[in-house]
């Protein structure tokens, strides 16, 4: 069911630093910084040949990365978001087969402009994933 890996996204207390590294130290492609407001994240977007890399940072308030680097001051990979083609084929499969899908279970925009869902990672090996729609 699911295809490529879309991206890989972490979380990163700086996040000038960790830009400047990955274009300088690791030679990438590195885009500008979006605000994403709906999400609470700035985004930076890392292309790479075969997939891409987020850099988050947190953005307004109740950001959700801020939790997340509150208990990892350095960062760390937040989530890997596989692509389906079909999203609510995708959530109904997977809920069938037992899997929590977050928040109220409907298909957000995500950064990308594509519907997005994020499952449960206690129901995946510790690791939180989204799912796009391409
Ligand atoms: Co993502």
Known sequence: MIGRLNH??????D????????ASALGAKVGAPQDEPDHGVTVIFIELPNTK??????LGENSPIQGFL???PSGGIHHVCYEVEDIIAARDHLKASGARVLGDGE?????HGKPVLFLHPKDFQGTLVELEQV
């Open 107 to 111: 298909p957000k925009i995500g950064a």
């Open 15 to 22: 996040l000038d630093a960790a830009a400047a590294q990955y």
């Open 53 to 58: 890399i987020e850099l988050l940072y947190p």
């Open 70 to 72: 509150d208990k990892n």
């Open 8 to 13: 890989v996204a972490i979380a990163v207390p």
